[in-house]
């Protein structure tokens, strides 16, 4: 039988249908290889193929805009916001916009044509997720600007143009819609209960254990209670920490391990899927609190939304996350 439910952290629900895995194609397939490593924009040697590079791990003595990195960023070609966005704000009463002032980038995580975060070695993937720390701090010091987003797209079901393992980092002038909603419920549970709803959603999750993939003592990641999609996890600190540019290197390290380590059972599980990967962090210009708690949500695109989740905004997911949890543990 389905069930609805309702996730702690904020106003949504979710339709838990596991009959629905049975209909044909529920599971979307996984997708072929692409494109060539010569012919690939983000691959050493071809440089040139993309704009220049704003910052990059490589010896100090190697060349900028030449091979030799090991972890590169540079702007986005096609960027959503521009760093330079001049035009004035308007309103008319009734519509408004602001100018689209922000920053646009793609962080290349390897010279190597690999396409996949389980591709990468535990310490290629810690110099990653340090230069998302690295960036976040460089974008924080626009104060045009409100909030960072970090994201991963990979394979075209998931949204990737290119597939050569890379992740974008997108900073706007305001506080994203989803960032907001998170906010307020956690402010609201704050105000009630005088502590973190995300270091309670840890505590429980670990002491229930039966959606936990994977514990760490520093990171835990598990299937949420009302996950949206088969497989959906999150992982978070184990310690409250409100924004992730306050990570140390070995907090990197860390999490380089766990999230692997998660990533590794999702490939297995699904065989390979499409997936996003989002970096939720407090606001810039929100000081250290003790209301909103960092965290990553990993989103294997194994289902489509249609007509009935866009209408209602009530996702289904046709494998419960006690279900997913214990797969994942099992691979």
Known sequence: ?????????????????????????????????????????????????????????????????????????????????????????????????????????VIIECPEHLVRTTDLSEEQLAEVLLTYRDRLL???????????????????????????????????????????????????????????IFCELVERERADARRVVLDASAFVAFCPYAARFPYETWILPGAHSSHYETLSRYDCHKLASILLGAMTKIDAAADRPAYNLVVHSAPFDAEAHDLYHWHIEIIPRLTSTAGFEWGSGLYINPLAPERAAERLRDC
């Open 1 to 105: 039988m389905s069930e609805l439910r309702k996730d702690p952290i904020v106003d949504h629900w979710v339709i838990i249908a596991e009959n629905r895995a049975e209909r044909p194609n529920e599971l979307l397939q996984p997708e072929p290889a692409g494109v060539e490593p010569e012919a690939c924009p983000f691959c050493a040697g071809n440089e040139e193929q993309t704009p220049g590079e704003v910052a990059a791990l490589r010896p100090a003595a190697s060349e900028r805009d030449a091979p030799g990195w090991r972890v590169r960023v540079v702007p986005n070609r096609y960027p959503a916001l521009e760093h330079s966005a001049d035009q004035p704000a308007a309103s008319n009463g009734f519509y408004s916009s602001v100018p689209g002032v922000g920053v646009h980038e």
């Open 138 to 196: 460089v974008a924080k010091l626009d104060r045009r600007l409100r909030s960072g987003m970090i994201f991963k797209n990979v394979g075209a079901a998931a949204g990737a143009s290119i597939e050569h393992t890379h992740s974008q980092l997108i900073a706007t002038p305001l506080v994203p819609t989803s960032l907001a909603e998170e906010l307020s419920s956690a402010s609201e549970f704050y105000r009630a209960q005088g502590r973190c």
